[in-house]
């Protein structure tokens, strides 16, 4: 009962920065897991990042780690990504999912899954 909605993609350069945005509606986003994944053409869908029911608990992957941030703030409903010192391999479309456990890094274990925002970074 999450209905998921990504924004803020966009082509950017290498070592540039975008902070992607994850709107949510729905009875149950206070208590959900909330997650960003990412696919490229021709890849499996990929773990980036998820965040606990409070914002306490992180996880990211790991290359990604210590250059993307994942926050929410519950009482607007929203997920976000910041995502800095972007790399070409960081070209993919991004989706916001919503799960029940924490830690969990595959997407069939996800509930509900945003459209996806298409991220590209040129070199």
């Known amino acids: 009962q999450v209905q998921l909605v990504e924004s803020g993609g966009g082509l950017v350069q290498a070592g540039g920065s975008l902070r992607l945005s994850c709107g949510a509606s729905g009875q149950t986003f206070s208590k959900s897991v909330m997650a960003w994944f990412r696919q490229a053409p021709g890849k499996e869908r990929e773990f980036v990042a998820m965040i606990g029911w409070s914002g306490r608990t992180t996880d990211y992957f790991d290359s990604v780690k210590g250059r993307f941030t994942i926050s929410r703030d519950n009482a607007r409903n929203t997920v976000d990504l910041q995502m800095n010192s972007l790399k070409p391999e960081d070209t993919a479309l991004y989706y916001c999912?919503?799960?029940?456990?924490?830690?969990?890094?595959?997407?069939?274990?996800?509930?509900?899954w945003g459209q996806g925002t298409q991220v590209t970074v040129s070199s």
């Open positions: 999912a919503a799960g029940k456990r924490l830690f969990v890094r595959s997407p069939a274990e996800y509930d509900f």
